[in-house]
């Protein structure tokens, strides 16, 4: 079994290594080792409202909430210049408190740090503690309820990397909301190559070339290591 997870990883390696366009998408399932609940894991909070249940209670304040190993080793990704380009359906900033450039990433769900102008559309942080836009606009919470429609700027960004890449890996989503979910079916659309690291079942498992069933955190930071070895020793 370790071997195989072992081998499992020096072929996550090898496809990074080949990728000449990387796009990563991330879910609710990359920040749970953060100490958040996602949505429609076990424990979720979709999960345990169909119990009748409240979500967990948070262990930290918002504030407390770090990026993880596998924020980490996406930052990495974009480090060594491999990551293209980013789509998260997460509202948690992790990515963007990880070190990842805004203009690297399409937030589809908006950011629970950032507020919008409803008169000019301008993106204020929560930090700034302005209550109205420098235009007198009235400032709104940028993340996305169901039936709300996706920021225009995030989606034909998600949209355009999806098409032009080589290999899209999901991390942590169950792939059942659209349109987020279309992002990994339009990238295989175009040819792309598929990797799902997800503790449940996607629909899209059957087309993923390799699919990882363990804990990101427990598997992308070791495939990005894996990777490093291989650009230090290969020659390009
Ligand atoms: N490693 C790997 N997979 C994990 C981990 C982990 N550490 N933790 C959780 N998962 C898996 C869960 O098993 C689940 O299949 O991540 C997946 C997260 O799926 P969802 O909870 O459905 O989250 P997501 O796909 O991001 O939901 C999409 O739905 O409710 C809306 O707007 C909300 O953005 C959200 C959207």
Same mark, same amino acid.
Not at 200 to 204: D, I, N, Q, V
């Given at each position: 079994?370790?071997? =195989?997870?072992?081998?499992r990883?020096?072929?996550? &390696?090898r496809?990074? /290594?080949?990728s000449r366009y990387?796009v990563?998408?991330?879910g !609710?399932g $990359?920040?749970?080792e953060?100490?958040l609940? =996602?949505?429609?894991?076990?424990?979720?909070?979709w999960?345990?409202? @169909?119990?009748g249940?409240p979500?967990?209670p948070? #262990?930290?304040?918002?504030?407390e909430i770090?990026?993880?190993?596998g924020?980490?080793a996406?930052?990495e990704l /974009?480090?060594?210049?491999?990551?293209?380009?980013? $789509?998260?359906q997460n509202?948690?900033?992790l990515h963007?408190?990880s070190?990842?450039?805004?203009q690297?990433? !399409?937030e589809l769900?908006g950011?629970?740090?950032?507020?919008?102008?409803?008169?000019?559309e301008?993106? $204020?942080d929560?930090?700034a503690?302005?209550?109205?836009?420098?235009?007198?606009g009235a400032l709104?919470?940028?993340?996305v =309820?169901f039936g709300q429609?996706?920021p225009q700027?995030?989606? @034909?960004? &998600?949209?355009e990397h999806?098409?032009k890449c =080589?290999?899209?890996i999901v991390?942590?989503s169950s792939?059942?909301v659209t349109? &987020?979910?279309?992002m990994?079916v339009? #990238?295989l659309?175009?040819g #792309?190559?598929l990797?799902?690291?997800n503790k449940?079942?996607?629909?899209?498992d059957?087309? !993923?070339?390799?699919r990882?069933?363990?804990k $990101?955190?427990?598997?992308?930071p070791? !495939?990005?290591?894996e990777l490093?070895?291989?650009?230090g020793?290969?020659v390009?």
């Open positions: 079994m370790k071997e =195989d997870f072992r081998d990883i020096k072929n996550l &390696a496809l990074l /290594y080949k990387l990563v998408f991330t !609710a $990359i920040s749970t953060s100490g609940p =996602d949505f429609r894991g076990p424990d979720g909070v999960t345990r409202k @169909d119990k249940l979500p967990k948070m #262990a930290k304040s918002w504030e770090e990026p993880n190993s924020h980490l996406v930052l /974009y480090k060594i210049g491999k990551l293209k380009f980013l $789509i998260s509202v948690d900033n963007l408190k070190g990842i450039p805004n690297l990433l !399409a769900h950011n629970r740090a950032k507020f919008r102008c409803t008169r000019c301008k993106t $204020i929560r930090s503690r302005q209550k109205v836009c420098d235009c007198g709104v919470s940028t993340v =309820d429609p996706l700027r995030d989606l @034909d960004l &998600a949209f999806s098409r =080589d290999l899209f991390l942590g792939l059942v349109p &987020a979910a279309e990994p339009e #990238a659309r175009s #792309a190559k990797i799902i690291v449940g079942e996607t629909p899209l059957r087309f !993923a070339s390799l990882f069933h363990e $990101i955190g427990e598997v992308f070791e !495939a990005v290591e490093k070895k291989f650009m020793t290969q390009t």
